[in-house]
């Protein structure tokens, strides 16, 4: 928490927006982000797409929730089947 209080502070940052996928990678990433910024100036996106469960959507949207930190859900599925077939 430290080092990224020190980081942040060193390169005059004060927001970050994080990917949040459900998992323990992000959700451990993004406690840290929120204890070290605080949670008003963290937002976390999550990007579901054919390959997210609803289970990890729902993990994630609800870690933020009990972090109070900012969420926005951007589903990806269309995007990534155009890059596909185009």
Same mark, same amino acid.
Do not use: R, T
């Given at each position: 928490?430290?080092? +990224?209080?020190?980081?942040?502070?060193?390169?005059?940052?004060?927001? !970050? +927006?994080?990917?949040? =996928?459900?998992?323990?990678?992000? &959700? *451990?990433? *993004? &406690?840290? &982000?929120? /204890? !070290?910024?605080?949670?008003?100036?963290?937002?976390?996106?999550?990007?579901? =797409? $054919?390959? @997210? @469960? @609803?289970? $990890?959507?729902?993990?994630?949207?609800?870690? =933020?929730?009990?972090?109070?930190?900012?969420?926005? +859900?951007?589903?990806?599925?269309?995007?990534?089947?155009?890059?596909?077939? /185009?």
């Amino acid at each position: 928490i430290l080092g +990224i209080k020190d980081y942040f502070n060193k390169l005059w940052f004060k927001k !970050a +927006i994080l990917g949040s =996928s459900g998992g323990i990678d992000s &959700a *451990l990433v *993004l &406690a840290l &982000a929120v /204890e !070290a910024l605080g949670a008003d100036n963290v937002v976390s996106v999550l990007m579901p =797409s $054919s390959f @997210s @469960s @609803s289970h $990890s959507v729902d993990d994630a949207v609800q870690l =933020s929730k009990n972090l109070g930190n900012p969420y926005h +859900i951007l589903p990806i599925e269309k995007i990534y089947d155009n890059f596909l077939h /185009e």
